[in-house]
């Protein structure tokens, strides 16, 4: 079985690594291969170096370097070299790389310098982690640069930040007046990404932020057009449950582009392209979707076991689900 998959950070690595895990166990799925389409929309040059949060966090998930506790960053990981730089007065101190993680980011950097594509260094990495052997493919949405910008308003007025400023170090604390894809004018979508949906036998969209992850990588064109014409049902996986995001500040980002903080409401994001929605048991009886099929059950990923349970209830209600 083909399967693609949308994704951000942290709530969609703990999904996917969760739905490998199903895979790996259900002995008619275990030859399946899972292609992983990240979001670069967070990405973000530090220091000199090309940071890629939601592909690294994919990345060390799945090959089992993540740091568990943070969900995100590298386990085991010590900071030295940020400490050094801090001696120096090198800014931004607001975004903490890790020794072990800035290896990941001098490796990149350095690819992208020698010419490769940011697909090319993202395969080199997964190398590194042993994700081909696993039968995952992690491609970034764009090898065009496309960074996430946030428009806010203080005492000094009207400002755009970096969405990682406004993420790490704001805390979100400002509200987003609107949120712009720097460079999206100029991004196509990278090699095999509308492939992988079109050929796809089912495509999942894992609880991942509705507007700057999946949304980002919604707005690279040619993505969203090939979601409606695939045969594969599309299903999702509520970000939200009880009108509260179960991590991160998904209820700010969903409050700057007018949307309800509801299960019902994100699914109404994908509504031209939907065919399920795995919510939780306590928002089933209020999400009614006019094309998509709408099931409910714990939605919380406690740990891996939980996790897998969530992947395979999304598996299974795709396979339930037919288009057309």
Request: aromatic share 4%; with cysteine; proline share 5%.
């Amino acid at each position: 079985m083909r399967i693609t998959a949308l994704a951000g950070g942290v709530g969609g690595a703990r999904f996917l690594r969760g739905l490998r895990t199903h895979l790996d166990a259900t002995p008619d799925l275990a030859d399946s291969e899972l292609t992983i389409i990240g979001n670069t929309g967070d990405d973000i040059s530090l220091f000199g170096l090309r940071v890629c949060p939601d592909l690294d966090t994919l990345l060390y998930t799945l090959g089992g370097g993540i740091h568990e506790g943070q969900g995100w960053g590298r386990a085991d990981e010590s900071h030295r070299v940020q400490g050094e730089l801090a001696a120096y007065g090198a800014t931004p101190q607001w975004f903490a790389l890790g020794d072990l993680d800035i290896g990941t980011h001098i490796a990149r950097s350095q690819w992208l310098a020698q010419g490769l594509s940011l697909s090319e260094a993202t395969t080199r990495l997964a190398q590194r982690w042993g994700l081909p052997d696993q039968r995952v493919t992690v491609l970034p949405m764009s090898d065009s640069p496309v960074e996430t910008h946030v428009v806010v308003e203080d005492a000094d007025g009207q400002r755009a930040v970096h969405f990682q400023e406004w993420w790490v170090r704001m805390q979100a604390s400002l509200p987003a007046q609107r949120f712009v894809a720097v460079g999206m004018d100029r991004a196509t979508a990278a090699p095999g990404v509308l492939d992988a949906i079109r050929h796809a036998d089912v495509v999942l969209l894992p609880p991942s932020n509705p507007v700057v992850s999946i949304g980002i990588i919604l707005g690279v064109p040619g993505v969203r057009d090939a979601l409606r014409g695939t045969a594969a049902p599309v299903v999702g996986v509520s970000p939200i449950i009880g009108g509260m995001p179960v991590r991160g500040h998904a209820d700010a980002c969903l409050a700057a582009i007018g949307v309800e903080c509801t299960a019902g409401a994100v699914a109404g994001l994908y509504e031209d392209f939907l065919d399920g929605w795995l919510v939780s048991q306590e928002d089933a009886a209020s999400v009614r979707l006019p094309r998509a099929q709408v099931r409910g059950r714990p939605l919380l990923m406690t740990d891996r076991a939980a996790a897998a349970q969530i992947a395979g209830a999304a598996l299974d209600l795709a396979l339930e689900t037919k288009r057309g």
